[in-house]
Structures are given as structure tokens and as C-alpha cells.
């Protein structure tokens, strides 16, 4: 399976795809998809027919942190 990740949203929504679906339907997905549509996670959602919920869109607390301490990290 070939799956476009650019973002932490993205892995968030590809792991929440396999938990809906399986893996099996995702490789499936790429393959159908129509186009020259990429295989990004969204793409497969809406082949899927799926919507992933909107709290995918923010990240977790743990990784708000890890995002300051390596920003601070790169400013000392």
C-alpha cells in the first residue's frame, strides 16, 4: 500500500481508515482510484465513502509538546 503521509493528520486519518475498514480495503482503495487522484488519505476516505471525525485534525496534546520542545530546541 502505497499511501501519500505528508502530515500528522494524515497518519492520524490513515490509522483511523484501517481501524474502520482493514488494510485489506485500503489497498483495494489505491488501486481503484479514478484518475490521476493520488493515494492521500483523504482520497481514500472519499472512495471509501468514508468522513473521518473532525477531532483528527487537531493533534494530541503529546504531540503539541514535542512540537514546542523541538521548535525551542532549534531557537537555542
Known amino acids: 500500500m502505497n499511501v501519500i503521509l505528508e502530515s500528522e493528520r494524515d497518519r492520524r486519518t490513515l490509522t483511523w481508515l484501517i481501524q474502520q475498514v482493514g488494510e485489506r480495503a485500503l489497498e483495494d482503495a489505491c488501486a481503484s482510484l479514478a484518475g490521476k487522484?493520488?493515494?492521500?488519505?483523504?482520497?481514500?476516505?472519499?472512495?471509501?465513502?468514508?468522513?473521518p471525525p473532525e477531532n483528527l485534525s487537531r493533534p494530541s496534546p503529546e504531540q503539541v509538546r514535542t512540537y514546542l520542545q523541538d521548535i525551542r530546541k532549534m531557537l537555542t
Request: hydrophobic share 35%.
Open 37 to 51: 487522484r493520488k493515494c492521500y488519505p483523504s482520497n481514500l476516505a472519499k472512495c471509501l465513502g468514508l468522513v
